[in-house]
Structures are given as C-alpha cells and as structure tokens.
C-alpha cells in the first residue's frame, strides 16, 4: 500500500473527482482521470447543470488540504443571508448567522473545476482524459470499459484500484447493482418538484440589479424561485416548481403568455430584473431532484463510490458539493492511518462517512419545505430572531442548526442534525406554549433552550435515535 506506484483510475473529473485526483497526485499516487464531457476550460458545457453553487467550510477545509484556499476565494461572493422578497415586493434580510463572520459564499461551478483540474495537472503522475465515457466496470479484473465520444472507438483501462466520482448518474454504481455477487442496496428518491435555470442579467452599466451579497428567496409556500450572484454582475436564478400540482406547474407552463402571467402574479419584482425570462425559460432545460442513497460504497477492495455517485442529495442545504469535497477529506485522513489495505481504507471511510451523508440527505430534504414555505411563516421568524441574539451574545455557547452544518466543520453533519433538530424542536415548542417570547431575557432564554435541548436530545437516546 505505501508503494506509491500504486496506479488509482478514477472516473470522472467533476468537482470531487478533480480534487481527488489533485489530492493523490499530491501523495505520489499515479492517478489517471476519464471525464465523459469535453474539457470545460476549452468548451462551454453548462447546459442544465447548476451554474452557481453555494461555498462553505465544509468545502474550504478541503481547499485548505490542497493549498488553494486564496485561489477559491478569488471566485467567492460572500452571501450574509437570505433576501426573502414578499408578492408585494417587500424584502426582507435574515443573516445566515449572528457571527459576523460567518456566511456562505457563491461560486462558479465550472470556474471551480476548471481551477481544481489545473491543479490537478501540475502534477506528472496525474493525467486526465476527456470525451471518454465508462460503460462499465469488471470487478474480478479491476479493469473498466471506456468509449471515445469522438471515434466511438472502445477500450479496456486497468488500475489497482477504480474509485468512481462520476456523479448521480455514476456508471461503477450501475455495474455495482447489476453484479450478483454481492448484496448491493440502493434508494432513488424524487421529490414532486424540478428546476430549471433561469438568469438576471446585469445592468447596462454592468452592475447587480439587485442586492449582491445574499441569496434571493421568493417563498411561494409550494413553490419558490431563489437566486446567486455571479462575478460578471448577473444572478443565476432557479425555479423550483411542481411538475403537476397547482394552478402553475411544469406541465401547464406551455407558452410564453403563461409563463409571464405566473411571473407577473407570484414574482413581480422578479420579473422586472427579467426581460430575458421567456427566452430562457423555453431554451433551459427542466430537470428532476432527487435523493440517491446505497450501500455498500466499495467492493473487493478495489473500487470505492465517493461523491455524488454515493449520495446524491437535493440542493437545499447548499451542501452537495461541500459534502463531496469534505467526502476528500476524510478519505485523506484515512489514507494517514497506513491501513495496509484498499479494502481496509474502503471499509474504514465508508464506516466512518456514511452516516454523515445520510444526515446531510435527510436535512436537504427539510430544508427544502422550510426555504419553500416555513420562512415566511411568523412562530418561523420569532424563532430565527431569538437564533440570532442567541449567536451574537453567546457566540461559544449557541449555534443554530443551520450554524452546525454549514459553519461547524469540525462537527460530522449527523451529529449537526441530532443537536440542531431538537434545539428548534425545543425553540419552538417553547414559543407555542409561551414559555419564551422574543421580548425576554435572552440570558435566560439561553438556559431554557439548553435544558430544553438536553431533554429532548436525552428522550432521542432513550428511543434509540442517537
């Protein structure tokens, strides 16, 4: 195992796949990358793939392992909170914490990976290979299928170990559920709703139309529309919408006088910042959102899953890419362990990992009904109020549920959902009964939430929960 000869395949060179490679190759491994799309620093490939996402430090410590935290920062726009925008156009400010500095970051998808595969290729031992799509792997072997987009031409590539980072739609997961030699579990999960991209350009001077630092959220109950900034000066906007509910959903939305009538009614100050909306509505694609858990990650001792190809999760938390790159994280401190063997790393990680990413799946989900709804609800707004005076006069004794997963990461995101549920199961249960109100004394309202908290994570452990 410590002979760094050991020659790693990996598939896919997305945004985990590029760190990994950039990792092992930093530790002498001879690491090989297929990608099945074009080289996205040559080509532009974003069609129907979120342009922008959500950066925290989940995803920073990993930038820190690699040596690139000022390169990444270069591409961030920090975002201090929610800008939530009422149907009358009234918009209101909720700070992602009350430290101030404490925020998430919006980032260019494909800047990102374009940085990450550089880096990656500073190296000798790493090399990446684009148009080349896996169509399958041979465990017994521990070999892989490719074909070349270009000449249709297939081959055989083989490593002492193949670790899939190839995303959802992963081609070594397919191969894992279609093997019978070993008993495989997989879960697909959609939620009723899809997305689709849609954009706010900049103004003719090339300035935000709109507040820059926040993440714009038009809470519809069960539809919203949410939007990031970008470096030129736009912001990538996403609906989030029912494919067949309600007055307006995917299906009914048919033509462009549809299409602005649902706008002029529920986003009217969306669609002011919008002259493009028809346009991009009828060009970009709509796609689905859905939860991918399975198990187990690794088989043999020769191929692993890691990333999205493992646990894909809806994008509600912003936390799919943090998640991946913390996934690099811990498979490094791992890798320190000197385990002697692939599959005694596989197990290991996947031991240590999995129930993390079970957590952070089942958060997204949550908070998907809460950024669609609960945020515009009142008892929802009293108990982000206390939240906050909480954070910012007790900054080392309370952080909210958002604050554990996003800014604690030295915390594993299960532990983050255990505490952080049942302190706002605690917060507002009390403001129901009136047992705190935003008007007390938040020393004291402290102390209730803590004994409150401790009762209910206590009652957890005795069911089983924990």
Same mark, same amino acid.
């Given at each position: 195992m410590e002979n760094k000869k050991q020659n790693i395949l990996i598939i896919g060179a997305g945004l985990c796949g590029s760190l990994l490679a950039l990792r092992l190759g930093q530790r002498g491994y001879n690491v090989i990358v297929y990608?099945?799309?074009?080289?996205?620093?040559?080509?532009d490939i974003s069609a129907g793939r979120s342009i922008n996402l959500a950066f925290s430090d989940r995803g920073n410590k990993a930038m820190k392992m690699v040596g690139i935290e000022d390169k990444v920062k270069a591409l961030c726009i920090p975002m201090n909170g929610r800008m939530l925008h009422d149907k009358e156009g009234n918009t209101f400010l909720s700070n992602y914490s009350g430290r101030e500095y404490e925020y998430i970051n919006s980032i260019s998808r494909s800047e990102l990976n374009a940085l990450l595969l550089t880096e990656?290729?500073?190296?000798?031992?790493?090399?990446?290979?684009?148009?080349k799509r896996c169509?399958?792997?041979?465990?017994?072997?521990?070999?892989?299928?490719?074909?070349?987009?270009?000449?249709?031409?297939?081959?055989?590539?083989?490593?002492?170990?193949?670790?899939?980072?190839?995303?959802?739609?992963?081609?070594?997961?397919?191969?894992?559920?279609?093997?019978?030699k070993f008993l495989f579990s997989f879960s697909q999960q959609w939620l009723t709703h899809g997305y689709k991209e849609l954009s706010i350009l900049p103004s003719e001077n090339g300035d935000y139309k709109t507040y820059?630092?926040?993440?714009?959220?038009?809470?519809?109950? $069960?539809?919203?529309? *949410? !939007?990031?900034?970008?470096? &030129?000066?736009?912001?990538?906007?996403?609906?989030?919408?029912?494919?067949?509910?309600?007055?307006?959903?995917?299906?009914?939305?048919?033509?462009?006088?549809?299409?602005?009538?649902?706008f002029e009614k529920e986003f009217p100050d969306a669609l002011e910042l919008m002259p493009n909306l028809v346009d991009d509505f009828f060009e970009n694609p709509t796609a689905p959102l859905g939860t991918v858990k399975c198990s187990p990650w690794h088989y043999k001792g020769n191929t692993l899953l890691m990333g999205d190809s493992a646990h894909a999760i809806v994008p509600f938390?912003?936390?799919?890419?943090?998640?991946?790159?913390?996934?690099?994280?811990?498979?490094?401190?791992?890798?320190?362990?000197?385990?002697?063997?692939?599959?005694?790393?596989?197990?290991?990680?996947?031991?240590?990992?999995?129930? $993390?990413?079970?957590? *952070? !799946?089942?958060?997204?989900? &949550?908070?998907f009904h809460e950024m669609k709804d609960h945020v515009g609800q009142a008892i929802f707004q009293e108990k982000r109020k206390?939240?906050?005076?909480?954070?910012?006069?007790?900054?080392?004794?309370?952080?909210?549920?958002?604050?554990?997963?996003?800014?604690?990461?030295?915390?594993?995101?299960?532990?983050?959902?255990?505490?952080?549920?049942?302190q706002d199961k605690a917060i507002l249960n009390m403001l129901a009964d009136n047992v705190i109100s935003t008007s007390d004394d938040i020393a004291a309202i402290l102390d209730k939430v803590k004994t409150e908290t401790e009762a209910i994570l206590e009652d957890d452990r005795i069911a089983g929960l924990k």
């Open positions: 990608e099945m799309r074009p080289d996205l620093r040559s080509t990656a290729e500073k190296h000798d031992n790493v090399t990446i290979h684009f148009n169509q399958s792997v041979d465990f017994e072997k521990t070999t892989a299928l490719f074909e070349d987009y270009n000449t249709k031409d297939e081959f055989i590539e083989d490593a002492d170990c193949i670790i899939a980072t190839d995303g959802a739609g992963s081609a070594l997961r397919k191969s894992y559920f279609l093997e019978r820059k630092n926040a993440l714009h959220i038009w809470p519809r109950g $069960d539809f919203m529309v *949410i !939007a990031l900034p970008n470096l &030129d000066g736009s912001f990538t906007v996403t609906l989030f919408l029912s494919y067949t509910e309600g007055e307006y959903n995917f299906n009914n939305l048919t033509t462009p006088k549809i299409v602005t009538e649902f938390y912003g936390q799919g890419m943090n998640a991946s790159f913390e996934d690099v994280v811990e498979f490094d401190k791992i890798l320190d362990q000197n385990l002697g063997s692939w599959e005694t790393i596989f197990l290991t990680y996947e031991k240590i990992r999995k129930k $993390d990413t079970d957590a *952070i !799946a089942d958060l997204a989900v &949550d908070n206390i939240e906050m005076a909480l954070e910012q006069n007790f900054p080392q004794e309370y952080s909210s549920k958002y604050s554990l997963v996003t800014f604690n990461e030295h915390i594993g995101y299960r532990e983050a959902m255990l505490r952080g549920r049942a």
